[in-house]
């Protein structure tokens, strides 16, 4: 199934959060919240940048830990997000900050030249995750109930991964 199907490369990422939830404190204490436009200005660190083209708009992300994964955690990922039937939970109150959305990791497709041909944006604070492009409708059935259950395999799945940011520290 797409995207796994045409893609070359699968990454985890974390990234930098350009929407202004994080804040760059300068040496004279002065606060700028982060965005694309002021990352590389003030030379904020990352590892690589990703360029995504998302419904006619540029997404980019400022990765700042990466991991390639192989064809076993392939499988495993793949099963997890199209396969995985999550047990009958008893009823849970899921509380997150109202608003919250600020995704700080992803799953990244490559194809063979390394463009990015899709990607699954995930907010681990908020249990909120967006597949772009999303042909089986999957961005509907995330926010049912009984999904919350799979973004806690996802992030167990990131941290097995040794993807450290926005699994143990935001």
Known sequence: MFPFSEAKKVLLISFISTDGSNILVLDDDTR?????????????????SFTFYQNKAIKK?????????????????SNLMFNYKIKKLPKLTVESPMGCYIP????????????????????FECL???????????????NKESCYGRIDLLKAFF?????KLGIEKL
């Open 32 to 48: 700028i919240p982060l965005d694309t436009t002021n990352i590389d200005k003030y030379e904020v660190k990352y590892l690589k």
């Open 61 to 77: 992300y400022f990765a700042q830990e990466i991991v390639e994964i192989d064809k076993n955690q392939i499988d495993i990922l």
């Open 104 to 123: 700080r990791n992803a799953i990244l497709f490559l194809d063979g030249n390394d463009n990015v041909i899709s990607n699954l944006e995930i907010c």
């Open 128 to 142: 909120q995750a967006y597949l772009f492009p999303d042909p089986y409708n999957t961005n509907e059935l995330a």
């Open 159 to 163: 941290d097995k991964n040794g993807i």
